[in-house]
């Protein structure tokens, strides 16, 4: 079976820190660019990082800037998101994507998405 699954969300306070897994199952991950993606009740999908398969070349959207961290084990088939100084506002559930695309056409407009989570629930509050 070809999947995604992420983990490492809950409840945690203003300012704290969490660490998002995605791990795959039935396929590499070697091959694709991985992304993280985040909706809020009431809001669209947007996209937080991504990552891609080649280079390393990472996108992020400003909004995260200099907050989170996205990186990539192959040999574990995992990508992580490390999310510091977190605020309410970055309160969604978060999914991870894997796709063909370059890292900004994948976390702009989500171009070329083979795979998705079925995303893991971030609560910043206090």
């Known amino acids: 079976q070809l999947q995604l699954v992420e983990s490492g969300g809950g409840l945690v306070q203003p300012g704290g820190s969490l660490r998002l897994s995605c791990a795959a199952s039935g396929f590499t991950l070697d091959y694709y660019a991985i992304g993280w993606f985040r909706q809020a009740p009431g809001k669209e999908r947007e996209g937080v990082s991504c990552?891609?398969?080649?280079?390393?070349?990472?996108y992020y959207a400003d909004s995260v800037k200099g907050r989170f961290t996205i990186s990539r084990d192959n040999a574990k088939n995992t990508v992580y998101l490390q999310m510091n100084s977190l605020k309410p506002e970055d309160t969604a559930v978060y999914y991870c994507a894997a796709s063909w695309a370059t890292v900004r056409a994948m976390c702009v407009t989500f171009t070329g998405m083979d795979y998705w989570g079925k995303g893991t629930l971030v609560t910043v509050s206090s």
């Open positions: 990552i891609s398969d080649s280079d390393g070349s990472t």
